[in-house]
């Protein structure tokens, strides 16, 4: 029984050491693998870097530029607005001097105190002849054109 008990323990004090075996060579795969992290962690920073500072130059290169482009695009868009707004009061006063002379060029409106309420107005008086005038002119120059094309 002695000799059972022996082997048992020698057994067991050979598993023990293999056991630390195993936990030094995990422990040295470890360091190792931390070691190899390190190296590529500063090869990566060592690439990154240059870029990284590129990045700021052209950041700082960049946002006078961004100031100015957007400092301009204000100013346009506020050109824009004040133009737009002109335009439209310009519009709005045409359409109202448009009305004014529609409406006494009109027949029934009377410019002219006393005028008799029967009277053609300015618009039936000269401009329908000016109209038809321009009708026949047109009708007699392709009339011309048409003997031009027979003759």
């Not at 309420?117 to 054109?145: D, F, Q």
Request: charged share 25%.
């Amino acid at each position: 029984m002695t000799t059972f008990l022996w082997t048992v323990v020698i057994l067991m004090a050979a598993a023990l050491l293999a056991e630390i075996f195993a936990f030094v060579a995990m422990a040295l795969v470890a360091m190792r693998a931390a070691r190899r992290a390190v190296d590529v962690i500063d090869e990566l920073k060592q690439k990154v870097e240059p870029l990284i500072c590129l990045a700021q130059e052209l950041q700082e290169s960049l946002q006078p530029r961004v100031e100015t482009i957007t400092r301009e695009g204000q100013e346009i868009a506020a050109l824009v607005v004040s133009r737009s707004q002109s335009i439209q009061a310009t519009l709005d006063d045409s359409r109202r001097r448009f009305e004014r002379i529609r409406l006494r060029l009109m027949e029934g409106v009377q410019t002219v105190q006393g005028q008799k309420p029967g009277r053609r107005g300015i618009y039936r008086g000269v401009v329908e002849p000016i109209h038809t005038a321009s009708h026949v002119m047109r009708g007699i120059k392709i009339a011309l054109w048409i003997l031009r094309r027979v003759a």
